[in-house]
């Protein structure tokens, strides 16, 4: 899921910061100005699925000094917590550099872009850092009309970046998805309260899992606990299978059959090796529809 947030105004509380962490558990990073220059911190999370330990204290002990300084001139801050779904290694953590003097971060699947092995915002940022230097020294360059045009074609309808340079000007691209509060923005809610997704990279969340509102899973596997009266509001119904191939379900830990939106049927996690399959089939079912209804007229 991820959450993207410009932090302008007032303090994110560490409540705010542990459920951000919690509910995006491969880690954290901040893009901030200090003594006239961009500089980002990225913080993994080796200490496991569920877990804001001693990783999470230093990051938002980071959080506070930045902030500190940051406030002093009136300065924003970026900060992404992140769950990965394309590129697994801690290094493609938020924020990503367009220049030396502009960066971003982003919460959404921004599609044609990244791999199991490199993360699609990663490749997103690398492609914009292709234009010339005169161009992306500030974030005006993201005013012109066929760059802007450009970036709102490939992010679609459900994608978030906010951009910002070191003069601490910032650019927001799928605002509305989000909400402010006060002088802060966020792209989610994920804020608010705990919520644990499948899909994580931390771990497989044996015994691990805690819905929104209940913590009865110290003692259960993952299926005991959907086996469980807690379970079997939010157990993910088995679908049936859209491809007959069948793909590696990190969750899971078998290969499995995928639904059509390339989601394991059996817990629902997103696969992304099984999307091109999906893709091609569900395009083909689209022409043989299309096809049928000219035949009919």
Not at 16 to 35: P, T
Request: negative net charge; charged residues 25%.
């Amino acid at each position: 899921m991820c959450i993207a947030i410009l932090n302008h105004g007032k303090k994110l509380t560490r409540t705010e910061m542990s459920n951000c962490w919690v509910s995006n558990d491969d880690g954290a990073g901040m893009l901030f100005i200090k003594d006239g220059y961009l500089q980002a911190i990225k913080q993994p999370n080796p200490d496991g699925f569920n877990c804001a330990g001693a990783s999470f204290d230093k990051f938002y002990k980071d959080y506070e000094e930045v902030y500190a300084e940051s406030r002093k001139f009136g300065y924003p801050i970026l900060v992404h917590f992140r769950i990965a779904t394309h590129g697994l290694d801690p290094k493609y953590l938020h924020p990503f550099f367009v220049s030396d003097s502009v960066g971003l971060i982003h919460n959404g699947i921004i599609y044609g872009y990244g791999t199991r092995d490199y993360s699609d915002t990663y490749e997103f940022a690398q492609e914009l850092a292709t234009l010339p230097h005169s161009m992306t020294h500030n974030v005006e360059f993201l005013d012109i009309p066929f760059i802007a045009n450009s970036i709102v074609d490939k992010l679609e309808a459900s994608n978030k970046i906010v951009f910002m340079d070191d003069r601490g000007e910032y650019r927001i691209f799928g605002e509305s998805l989000g909400h402010w509060v006060g002088n802060n923005w966020f792209s989610n809610d994920a804020y608010k309260t705990r919520t644990t997704y499948f899909g994580s990279t931390v771990g497989k969340p044996t015994a691990k899992y805690q819905p929104r509102t209940q913590s009865y899973y110290d003692k259960w596997s993952y299926d005991e606990f959907y086996d469980s009266p807690y379970g079997t509001a939010i157990k993910p119904s088995q679908e049936e299978p859209y491809v007959d191939t069948k793909y590696e379900c990190f969750v899971c830990a078998q290969d499995v059959h995928v639904n059509d939106e390339a989601c394991c049927v059996d817990c629902g996690s997103y696969i992304i090796e099984a999307e091109s399959e999906v893709v091609n089939k569900l395009l083909e079912e689209d022409e043989m529809l299309n096809a049928r209804t000219i035949f009919m007229d």
